[in-house]
């Protein structure tokens, strides 16, 4: 019998160019929930797209930070393959923007502040990334986007999404030259011109995500991606006050985080964070995680309650078929004892079988309390990888499904400038 993935898919959260989400279980824990991410086949089939993918896990893996989805762990079986992550259970960031663009309003200030801090801690914790003997990575995510910032019901936000993450020391191995990787919009100057990539990259991009929820559209945003890309080389930022005339206490950390020229810039995630929320605190402009939280329970309400009646329901309908397969096995060997007798002892001779079946059980409780959820510890980090043991003709089929053998992930490689940070 050849092994299948211990986690199953239950409803879809998300899909892209080369991935689909969903929240899923595994068979034998189906309370604990977990997303998966699963590529599309013809990701899997492209080598480059591959490694790509598990260079995210390997990154992810390796990141423990409140404001980072976790990967547990990934798992390959054959042709499929899928990273297990951590279930935020919320909406992404951008879809927040978006839905209150769609009401000609936008994000309270105070809310989209918090979420960005959280976002830049998250950011931060990237780049001083180390590895196992103390040195920096000098990672940088490449992809900072409001798609890619998951914002929970408990008001945490986590950033997401490390399959362009890039380390950028010397000696480093390297992408597609040439080619530029992320969303347009949120693109550095210096990235755009001369492919230089830096944590000053992810900065600007960071940048353009407030600006954004702040002022409830898009900045750089052209009609086709020469205009996009032409805007974000030439074209200089609106103060946020022109937008909104009451956030001027902000101008000034906004634009220091889009300045086209890095020396200019907010020098890390960090510093931004610093200002923001000194900013923030000046024009009264915090908000807790309590508030974040309630927010987006409000906000997302219709999109959450969805995605639960989809799990409840998935949930429901494996129970009923793992209740379903003991009852056809004892079926079937009351039937074959049924053809025994009748050849032994006759017609008129075979017992009937009577078969009772336990009324189901109610089911588990789907999503534990958010505090619930925030204080539990994260489980290991594991890998699983393919494994496709079968039964012969003379050798029995084992009673439990195989699992797949651990792998490790691969490794992110040392950085050899122990002592230099990345160059700016």
């Keep these: ?72 762990e990934v798992e390959v079986q054959g042709s499929e393959l899928q990273l297990v992550m951590d279930y935020v259970e919320g909406a992404a960031f951008g879809t927040l923007v978006a839905s209150e663009a769609e009401k000609g309003a936008r994000i309270p200030p105070a809310i989209a502040i918090r979420i960005v801090l959280d976002a830049a801690a998250g950011l931060q914790a990237l780049h001083d990334q180390r590895d196992p003997e103390g040195r920096v990575l000098g990672l940088v995510h490449r992809d900072v986007s409001p798609q890619n910032i998951l914002v929970g019901i408990d008001g945490v936000s986590r950033l997401t999404d490390f399959g362009l993450a890039k380390a950028v020391y010397q000696g480093a191995p390297s992408t597609t030259q040439g080619t530029l990787k992320g969303k347009l919009g949120y693109m550095a100057p210096e990235y755009v011109k001369l492919g230089q990539v830096d944590a000053g990259v992810d900065v600007f991009g960071l940048g353009v995500v407030l600006w954004e929820a702040l002022a409830g559209r898009r900045l750089f945003h052209g009609e ?79 999109e959450l309650e969805a995605r639960r009646a989809s799990v409840a329901s998935a949930l429901a309908a494996r129970r009923r078929r793992s209740l379903r397969w003991p009852a056809v096995g004892i079926a079937a060997a009351a039937t074959a004892v049924a053809a025994v007798a009748f050849v032994a002892l006759g017609p008129g001779h075979a017992p009937k079988p009577v078969i009772t079946a336990e009324p189901e059980p109610p089911l588990p409780v789907l999503l534990p309390p958010a505090d619930a959820a925030a204080s539990a510890p994260p489980p290991p980090v594991t890998a699983t990888a393919l494994s496709a043991p079968t039964a012969s003709a003379t050798t029995a089929a084992p009673a439990t499904t195989p699992r797949a053998r651990p792998q490790p992930l691969p490794a992110v490689p040392p950085n050899p400038y122990a002592h230099r940070p990345p160059a700016r």
Aim: aromatic share 2%.
């Design 1 to 72: 019998m050849v092994g299948k993935l211990r986690f199953e898919p239950l409803a879809k959260i998300a899909s892209g160019a080369s991935a689909t989400v969903y929240v899923g279980a595994a068979a034998d824990d189906p309370g604990a929930l977990v997303a998966l991410k699963r590529p599309h086949p013809h990701v899997l089939e492209d080598e480059r797209q591959r490694v790509t993918l598990l260079r995210e896990a390997s990154v992810a893996a390796a990141l423990h930070h409140p404001n980072v989805v976790q990967v547990r």
């Design 224 to 302: 086709n991606e020469a205009q996009t890309l032409d805007r974000i080389m030439h074209a200089e930022a609106p103060r946020v006050s022109a937008e909104v005339p009451a956030l001027g206490g902000l101008d000034a950390v906004v634009a220091g985080a889009l300045a086209k020229d890095p020396r200019k810039r907010a020098a890390s995630a960090g510093e931004l964070a610093k200002d923001l929320e000194q900013a923030a605190r000046a024009t009264g402009l915090s908000a807790t995680h309590e508030e974040v939280g309630a927010y987006v329970q409000r906000a997302a309400r219709a």
